[in-house]
């Protein structure tokens, strides 16, 4: 998926869960149900399954363990892409240019690097299931062309009944703005809405604004939770 994945600590870390399962089934104890449900893109719906080209290119380029990533999301020119200020071919010069690498190189680093990615099926049928009696979003800090590559590539824009795209919009989680974007869209209140994202500052950051939200884990553990919240329908 173009754009920014999600970058979130290990598997396992500190999930906050903010109400009982019996105040879930009634919105979290807020006296208002749960009319949407809005995900995160890379980290949740898609993911690096097979980490091993991205491990290969650490050991090439001297990197430690994880420290990929890092280089290529978290630099100036990456963040400028994320609010549509430039795409993949600024990120990848900057990267080829700091990592001292031939144009070859380069474009081997770029190839490699989300072949390891997967779309989790099975966790998108989910969604796709709660649909119409729930509407869905895709919230995601990404690059201009996400929203062509989850219509084109993943073929997973049907299952949402809005995408908010960070380079289309000029800002990216976790402001303020880009998560009433998305109830504006979705059409519903702040507490009416649930979010799943697997990083943290993103989830603290839809609480900001009087959503509820919660930590991705992992697949079984988004749709248990979520389950729980919308009282298992």
Known sequence: MDGIPAESAAPGGNRQVTASPTDRQSGGGTGHPIRAVVWDGGGVLIRTIDPSPRRAWEGRLG???????????????????????????????????????????????????????????????????????????????????????????????????????????????????????????????PQEALFIDDVEENVVGARAVGMHALRFESPAQAMEDVRGWIGGR
Request: zero cysteines; hydrophobic letters at 45%.
């Open 63 to 189: 990197l430690p363990s994880g420290g990929l990533e890092p280089l290529v999301f978290r630099n100036e020119v990456a963040q400028q892409a994320a609010t549509g200020r430039g795409g993949w071919e600024d990120v990848w010069a900057w990267v080829g240019a700091h990592s001292g690498l031939s144009d070859s190189d380069r474009a081997a680093l770029a190839r490699d690097f989300f072949s390891g990615d997967r779309l989790d099926q099975e966790l998108v049928d989910f969604i796709r299931d709660l649909r119409p009696r729930l509407r869905t979003a895709l919230l995601t800090n990404a690059f201009g062309a996400a929203r062509h590559e989850l219509t084109h590539r993943w073929k997973i824009a049907d299952a949402f009944d809005a995408i908010i795209v960070s380079a289309e919009e000029g800002v990216i989680k976790p402001h303020p703005r880009i998560y009433r974007l998305a109830l504006e869209r979705l059409g519903v209140a």
